[in-house]
């Protein structure tokens, strides 16, 4: 069952000045099935993080049409936008987006404070995924006061703590050293496993090998596509490295 679907979308920007249009986005169409693991790769400005913020409403297309659980995202005012952001997605950004100002158990709790649950059922919740993603022991620190690692654990803490339908993540790895980037991929896996609904923008050939499909988008559309099938993580890499040869050797 396809949980988000992308039809036709293009994005294209008009510079400022000059008035010179520019193409993000020429006619991608994708589907993310309920429960994948979907990455997407692609060289610097080919439009991975433009898709992402359209397939979030965070930015309009300037024609084309995304659902999301079957709800056709322009059909949502602008008044519930906030909210329907809030309740449907998960964000996961490479600089972790942590407030400096809150601790990081209230980083974590501030998605369910915003969708009014009550003070009691918060730690119910929060409590026990923190347990899980192994930094119970630092919720009281604030994010200064930890590593980049356990900055990242604690956004993605946050992201799936109000259990989205789908947890977008734009270069999770991106600000990460080897050690942290391991730990924060098999996390990944384990969200997975739970049956959490992943997008993921990457660079990281290592990153997408951990994805259950990955989507290469070249020339502002989607070039090409791997599945990772039976293959294991290592096979996947080779197999992704491969195809992004062959999509750069087409330039």
Not at 84 to 93: D, P, T
Not at 151 to 157: D, G, S, V
Not at 176 to 183: A, I, V, Y
Not at 238 to 244: G, P, V, Y
Request: some cysteine; charged content about 25%.
């Amino acid at each position: 069952m396809s949980l988000l679907e992308v039809k036709n979308v293009k994005k294209i920007y008009s510079t400022r000045f000059s008035g010179n249009k520019v193409v993000a986005l020429s006619d991608v169409n994708l589907t993310v099935d309920q429960g994948e693991f979907v990455a997407i790769m692609g060289e610097s400005g080919s439009g991975k993080t433009t898709l992402l913020n359209i397939i979030a409403a965070m930015e309009n297309a300037t024609s084309g049409e995304v659902f999301l659980n079957g709800t056709n995202i322009k059909d949502i005012k602008e008044r519930k936008l906030a909210e329907f952001r809030r309740r449907e997605f998960g964000f996961l950004f490479q600089e972790f987006n942590l407030l400096d100002t809150f601790s990081v158990g209230d980083n974590i709790r501030l998605p369910l404070v915003l969708d009014g649950k009550k003070p009691s059922e918060i730690d119910d919740v929060v409590l026990p995924l923190a347990s899980k993603l192994g930094i119970k022991e630092i919720l009281d620190k604030y994010p200064y006061e930890v590593s980049g690692g356990q900055k990242q654990r604690a956004a993605c803490c946050r992201a799936v703590v109000i259990k989205p339908k789908l947890l977008l993540a734009d270069e999770p790895t991106g600000a990460l050293d080897s050690k942290s980037t391991g730990e924060l991929l098999h996390l990944f896996e384990e969200i997975h496993d739970s049956g959490q609904t992943i997008l993921m923008v990457t660079h990281s050939v290592k990153a997408a090998s951990y994805a259950s499909r990955v989507l290469f988008i070249k020339d502002g559309e989607v070039y090409h596509q791997v599945y990772r099938g039976d293959l294991s993580n290592h096979e996947f890499y080779n197999r992704i490295s491969d195809s992004l040869q062959v999509m750069l050797g087409g330039r």
